[in-house]
């Protein structure tokens, strides 16, 4: 690290859990954000502030007058823009020291599994069912921890899934990929502004702590937000030895 970039990260270097060491770590970090939206907003905007070294953005959509809301990295001048080209420059002008590639496009297949193994952590900030699972399988067939934050309504509720540890669930141990759901997507329903905010948060929160290797990360726990109260309810979550998904793995 060079004078600025001592002095940027200065509150980070400061913490004992992180220092210099783990802020060097951060730095090395690539973090891939699936989804540029309301979860992905304020994700994105602490993980560049805090100095992730490569972010990855990934999202097939533009700038609505409806998306400003609720969506903090773009603006009403970049309605008709992609997300992605939006989140960037809202990236670099916090912090030009990044690298940020910005991928308008919906990952799936063998695309989606490429870019999950090319990166350290994997923030699932998707509005759909179909998405999550395929970017749960992806991560545990990459060994790649995924943050998955989903808030809909007054409603948000946030993991972290690392298949690296052996007692580690994975998304779909905890909704089955069969599950009758009710695919309720952002962009046809209700959504408190705040609450995305609060949920992107506690995601970049946890990213950043496997990134620099601090504290404990919100593996086996399911943290549920009920805004209306502002009531958080813990719920322990194991593994599914029958999963689909992750039962083979090695
Ligand atoms: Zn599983």
Sequence with gaps: MDDRQLLRYSRHILLDEIGIEGQERVLGARALLIGAGGLGSPAALYLAASGVGRITL?????????????????????????????????????NPGIEVAALRERA?????????????????????????????????LARVPLVAGAVIRFDGQVSVFDVRDEASPCYACLFPEDSRFEDAACSSMGVFAP??????????????????????????????????????????????PSCPVCHARG
Excluded at 197 to 204: D, E, K, S, T
């Design 58 to 94: 990934v999202d097939d959509d533009e700038v609505d007058l409806t998306n400003l809301q609720r969506q903090v990295m773009h603006t009403t001048s970049r309605i008709g823009q992609p997300k992605v080209a939006s989140g960037r420059e809202a990236l670099l002008q916090i």
């Design 195 to 240: 609450l995305v905010g609060v949920i992107g948060a506690v995601q970049a929160a946890e990213a950043l702590k496997l990134l620099a290797g601090c504290g404990r990360p919100l593996v086996g726990r399911l943290l549920m937000l009920d805004g209306r109260g502002m009531e958080w309810t813990e719920v322990r979550i194991g593994r599914n």
């Design 108 to 140: 799936a297949g063998e695309r989606l599994r490429e870019l999950v193994a090319a990166h350290d952590v994997v923030l699932d900030c998707s509005d759909n069912f179909a998405t999550r699972q395929a970017v749960n399988r992806a991560c545990v």
